[in-house]
């Protein structure tokens, strides 16, 4: 019997009461299992074609049992921006399977959208942490089901903050900054950690030097959790709770938002240009091999993510007057293994989404399903 199988109306005449129910399965004259794995192999971007095919198809694509079994991962990217007016949007880039066009596509809005909220991927969830209402920090925090687009309150955090930094390292998440020295107690952290597994916030212990309110960009590099303040810079190895000052070499080369490949810190300078850092060398190296004129110069309203190992710069361009332009583009980043230099190919670029003039792009961040 199909493991989506539903009751069929019975008759009172014993030559239909041998057949009380009709089998429904996934695709005809497969069985259920095999049906599961051809299906999973369905890139993400087809799915509302394919669940149109059949209301048993339609409850597998939103079941837990469809995304368990995928053999074969897929990176996708989130992009959350502010419009002028109205609360924060969010999106996910698709693929049109018929133009082989992308595109950015609206998934439902965050119940309660916050200012400066921090923002860390953890398995195929997206959590939201803090912010501030009518320029009062909060410490709730959302969580984005990223397989079926469904926010789900998470536990709050010991401390409200606004403008935190946040990472994943080893399967936890660590938050630190966002909030004023007048809020610690002892039941209060400047830095905190949530583990899933008790589903609980703790305090980490950090040194009063480097307790600053405001971060601005943070990453995770080789384990350790970096992070950027008004004064300089910070490192926390949370295997060995040890804080250090980072370099003055990553406080003056790290600008604009940031995201890490292969353990390479990129980003793009106060001169537009995309940038890598070694942590080994402790040396900004330009990414050369770009191509002359197919990228803008990023002065501002850009951001970064680490898509499936790829480089993917999203940014914001004029239009017509009325609207601005959103761009994407997918860069091969490597390093060269006998002098170090960074390599980047442009493997694609594209117009993903027109929206209306003074909306800005808040970040973008990749989950894998």
Partial sequence: MSMFSTPSSSSSSSSCSSSSETPHNLIPSLPDDVAINCLSRVPRS????????????????????????????????????????????????????????????????????????????????????GGSHNDIPSNHVWLLDCRFHRWIPAPSMRVAREFPAAAVVDGKIYVIGGCVADTWSRSAAWAEVFDPVVNRWERVASPVEFREKWMHASAVIGGKFYAMADRGGMVFDPRSGSWESVGRELDNGWRGRACVVDEVLYCYDYLGKIKGFDVGSGVWREVKGLGKGLLPRFLCGATMGNVGGKLVVVWECDGNGKEIEVWCAEIEVKMDGTDGELMGEVCWIEKVLCVPKGSSIVQCCSVTL
């Fill in 46 to 129: 087809h799915h509302p074609t394919l669940s149109l095919l059949s209301k048993p198809i339609h409850s597998l694509l939103s079941s837990p049992l469809f995304f368990s079994s995928r053999s074969s991962p897929e990176h996708l990217l989130y992009l959350t921006l502010r419009p002028r007016a109205s609360p924060l949007k969010h999106f996910t880039l698709h693929l049109n399977p018929l133009t082989n066009r992308r595109y950015l596509v609206p998934i439902p809005p965050i119940p309660s959208p916050s200012v400066g909220s921090a923002y860390a991927v953890l398995g195929p969830t997206i959590y939201v942490i």
